[in-house]
Antibody
Framework: EAQLLESGGGLVRPGGSLRLSCGASGFTFSNYAMAWVRQAPGKGLEWVSAVGVSSGSTYYADSLKGRFTIARDNSQNILYLQMNRLRAEDTAVYYC???????????????WGQGTLVTVSS | QSAVTQPPSVSGTPGQRVTIFCSGSSSNIGSNPVSWFQHLPGTAPKLLIFGNNQRPSGVPDRFSGSKSGTSASLAISGLQSEDEADYYCAASDDSLNGVIFGGGTKLTVL
């Protein structure tokens, strides 16, 4: 059974950086696109970023471009999200999600992690 | 303009059929397949529908999806108390070169 486990969340000051990781197991990681989706307190789901089967195909929400970087290590079955210049509005639970296919954009995320909380506050 | 709109809430009684609508534009729902997710607070979201009307294995056939033009809908028949959750539609958006989620609809089972 496919499993995703996020880590790396926590409390960070505005302007700081954080790197989230998502360990994958139970499926051939290198065959599937992956994504990050977040949910701010009291808000709905918001797509953050996606990556195709190689780190060469990456996609970002317009509001995040230049601050967040998605990457994957197919040899270690890990998905990353590097978050820089964090703002209070980035406070959210960040979910890692597996796509049904190899291409990054269709939102057919069939497996999700439990999420990791990122709090940006002074 | 790239936006996907859902009603904030819907409700129904056990056994009833409810439909949740999702309204988009030509750049998202109008030209790309729609997915639907069920989300209970504090848990991982669950894929209910992909490709407008395809159910992953394990999703009951009480859940069905459809699309027409720039709108999509999720129908839940034989409503059960455990269906009480938040429901989201999502689609790729060609203008954004990304994915857009609807604002979510809270389903209450009375």
């Amino acid at each position: 059974e496919a499993q995703l486990l996020e880590s790396g969340g926590g409390l960070v000051r505005p302007g700081g950086s954080l790197r989230l990781s998502c360990g994958a197991s139970g499926f051939t990681f290198s065959n599937y696109a992956m994504a990050w989706v977040r949910q701010a307190p009291g808000k709905g789901l918001e797509w953050v970023s996606a990556v195709g089967v190689s780190s060469g195909s990456t996609y970002y929400a317009d509001s995040l471009k230049g601050r967040f970087t998605i990457a994957r290590d197919n040899s270690q079955n890990i998905l990353y999200l590097q978050m820089n210049r964090l703002r209070a509005e980035d406070t959210a639970v960040y979910y890692c999600a597996k796509s049904r296919g190899a291409y990054g954009l269709p939102p057919n995320f069939d497996q999700w992690g439990q999420g990791t909380l990122v709090t940006v506050s002074s | 303009q790239s936006a996907v709109t859902q009603p904030p809430s819907v409700s129904g009684t056990p056994g009833q059929r409810v439909t949740i609508f999702c309204s988009g534009s030509s750049s998202n729902i109008g030209s790309n397949p729609v997915s639907w997710f069920q989300h209970l607070p504090g848990t991982a979201p669950k894929l209910l529908i992909f490709g407008n009307n395809q159910r992953p294995s394990g999703v009951p056939d009480r859940f069905s999806g459809s699309k027409s033009g720039t709108s999509a809908s999720l129908a839940i028949s034989g409503l059960q108390s455990e269906d009480e959750a938040d429901y989201y539609c999502a689609a790729s958006d060609d203008s954004l070169n990304g994915v857009i989620f609807g604002g979510g609809t809270k389903l209450t089972v009375l």
